[in-house]
């Protein structure tokens, strides 16, 4: 069984498109999270959520708003696609916001 | 503030020599640290955490990792290097007993693995 599982792992699409990544992880875990792996493979944190509720926003544009139906899930919607949002998003899991992260395999984003 | 710092973007050794992924950081209260191994188009897996406990960490796959308070370390080692080793290491910091920090994430090193 997949701890974390996003889905799909690979999305083409053109610039100014909407698109959804979905995310759901089966740990009993709190705290969740999106990360955004540039092309130069770092990570930077992108939102947290813990019981749903938003913790963190890391001054990501308001094109991408998560949504947490309930603990065990968490979307990340993006409106008006831009070159500059390909990557690779990756969504994790935690018990606690300072424990170790768990991850799913990732999503490729490439916008043309 | 916390911070973490990978001393080598990129580390080249030989199949069977030891391996050395170098890792400073910067935290202003006790740190919780870890190491995450990435491979060629994979999630990112927990090699091994410390949590205030013992300072060598043993983990996954042969690593180990010391932390060094007065040195502010925590360097990734292997005694012997294996093909399957060749990924993206990295190596994330945050504050242990804290309700609302977050991981912080290194640059990363690449280890490539030469026959």
């Known amino acids: 069984d997949t701890a974390v599982s996003q889905t799909p792992k690979y999305l083409v699409t053109q610039m100014g498109n909407d698109k959804s990544i979905k995310c759901e992880q089966n740990l009993g875990h709190d705290t969740m999270y999106w990360y955004k792996q540039d092309s130069k493979k770092f990570l930077k944190i992108m939102f947290s959520y813990n019981n749903k509720e938003l913790i963190i926003n890391e001054t990501v544009p308001n094109r991408f708003s998560p949504k947490s139906p309930d603990k065990a899930h968490l979307n990340l919607h993006i409106n008006s696609l831009e070159l500059g949002d390909s990557a690779v998003y990756f969504c994790?899991?935690?018990?606690?916001?300072?424990?170790?992260?768990?991850f799913g395999q990732g999503t490729r984003l490439t916008v043309v | 503030a916390q911070s973490v710092t990978q001393l080598d973007s990129h580390v080249s050794v030989s199949e069977g020599t030891p391996v050395l992924l170098r890792c400073n950081y910067s935290s202003s209260y006790s740190p919780s640290l870890f190491w995450y191994v990435q491979h060629p188009n994979k999630g990112l897996q927990l090699l091994l955490k410390?949590?205030?406990?013992?300072?060598l960490v043993k983990g996954i796959n042969g690593f180990e990792a010391e932390f060094k308070k007065s040195e502010t370390s925590f360097h990734l080692t292997k005694p012997s290097a294996h093909m399957s080793d060749a990924a993206e290491y990295f190596c994330v910091v945050t504050i242990s007993g804290g309700s609302n920090y977050k991981l912080t994430f290194g640059k990363g090193t690449l280890l490539t693995v030469n026959p």
């Open positions: 994790a899991s935690s018990r606690f916001m300072n424990t170790e992260a768990f």
């Open positions: 410390y949590t205030s406990a013992a300072t």
